[in-house]
């Protein structure tokens, strides 16, 4: 079971660059999410969707571009990459919206922009 | 808007003794709330959740949460930790009023378990 598949798992960056965060989902779920999480800050929000064709803004989308072309898959992009985007990046899944289920997690991609 | 906060960044416990892991929240409507876990280098788990019914809901490994409306909480016990319950643990809630499901998350605590 793949469940929530993230790639890459890490990745360095050099400011002004750019990079698309991969996320895909094998569970035929809804709905999907983007959470970037810093140090002792939790999760924040970056986009979600909640269907394909349809995604929005979340708390601290500056910065991010997502699309959300089928249901399987949800791509992060960042295009001119700062130090303040260097964080670790979870993309999740659910049925319906998370506050109905549970969500589903990938594990993570650890991104450091120099 | 909706927040959670989690006042220990820390809680240390030896293992056999219960564990609490406090969690109060603010929202608008009716609140759903969670609790995820996460271990080193993992992405986070779902250990268990409250939408209605019964304020004692249990959950994965042994794991309990009460909701308690009139002091908006929602800690999370364990009556006898053990070593491997050692993780960031993460509150979670979700309010009526929120068109994609949002949950927001508190910035966790870290849980530590001595022999």
């Known amino acids: 079971n793949a469940g929530v598949t993230q790639t890459p798992k890490f990745r360095i960056l050099k400011i002004g660059q750019s990079m698309t965060l991969q996320c895909t989902q094998d569970?035929?779920?809804?709905?999907m999410y983007w959470y970037r999480q810093d140090p002792g800050m939790g999760l924040k929000l970056i986009y979600y969707?909640?269907?394909?064709?349809?995604?929005d803004k979340g708390e601290v989308p500056n910065g991010y571009n997502v699309s959300r072309s089928t249901t399987e898959d949800f791509p992060l992009r960042l295009e001119l990459a700062a130090p303040s985007q260097t964080s670790v990046y979870f993309c999740?899944?659910?049925?319906?919206?998370?506050?109905?289920?549970?969500?589903?997690f990938g594990q993570g991609t650890r991104l450091t922009v120099v | 808007a909706q927040s959670v906060a989690q006042p220990e960044d820390q809680v240390n416990v030896a293992e056999g003794n219960p564990l609490t892991v406090k969690c109060t929240y603010s929202?608008?409507?009716?609140?759903?709330l969670f609790w995820y876990v996460q271990y080193p280098n993992r992405g986070l788990q779902f250990l268990l959740k409250?939408?209605?019914?019964?304020?004692l809901v249990k959950g994965s490994y042994g794991f309990e949460a009460e909701f308690n409306k009139s002091q908006t909480s929602f800690h999370l016990k364990k009556p006898s930790a053990l070593v491997s319950d050692s993780a960031l643990y993460f509150c979670?809630?979700?309010?009526?009023?929120?068109?994609?499901?949002?949950?927001?998350f508190g910035g966790g605590t870290r849980l530590m378990v001595k022999p």
């Open positions: 999740a899944s659910s049925y319906t919206g998370a506050r109905n289920t549970e969500a589903f």
């Open positions: 569970m035929n779920h809804n709905y």
């Open positions: 969707s909640v269907g394909a064709g349809i995604t």
């Open positions: 929202v608008s409507g009716n609140p759903y």
């Open positions: 409250y939408i209605t019914g019964d304020n």
């Open positions: 979670a809630v979700s309010g009526g009023n929120n068109a994609g499901n949002m949950l927001t």
